[in-house]
């Protein structure tokens, strides 16, 4: 015998229909789903471009970091040679005399990157994204 059998008629229909009316999400479901899922989209969106100038800026140091005779080379040199290689990657809003540190010590020549990206996300929400990169140039 079953639970079912044991019911009586008007509790058995109440039973069997039961499942049809659960199917699914609710409206409140799928709006709050698609609204988590705008946000982190959105978020997304708006985080990408800085991490993608990011690696950019640390394939030019990274690069510099491999070429030979780069530690002999004067500070100026090194911080031209650095815009121009930033420029040809098409990184241009990039404040070079706050954020980019050329330092000579015994230990050879450190180039340091260090900055923080603030994106608008909306009204007055900003996002706030913090970067540091450090490389030691070659003597040879």
């Not at 699914?24 to 708006?46: A, E, R």
């Not at 994106?119 to 450090?134: E, M, Q, T």
């Amino acid at each position: 015998m079953t639970l079912l059998s044991q019911l009586g008629p008007k509790q058995q229909r109440h039973m069997l229909r039961l499942p049809v009316r659960q199917r699914g999400l609710s409206f409140f479901g799928w709006l709050l789903t698609i609204m988590v899922l705008g946000s982190v989209i959105t978020v997304g969106l708006k985080l990408i471009p800085p991490y993608i100038d990011h690696h950019k800026m640390s394939g030019v140091l990274d690069s510099m970091a491999e070429e030979s005779g780069m530690a002999n080379k004067r500070r100026y040199e090194l911080e031209d040679m650095i815009k121009k290689r930033f420029r040809v990657n098409n990184i241009r809003d990039f404040n070079h005399k706050d954020n980019l540190q050329v330092k000579r010590g015994k230990s050879g020549v450190e180039v340091i990157l260090d900055y923080e990206i603030q994106v608008p996300l909306f009204y007055n929400v900003d996002l706030i994204a913090r970067f540091d990169k450090s490389v030691s140039l070659k003597n040879q």
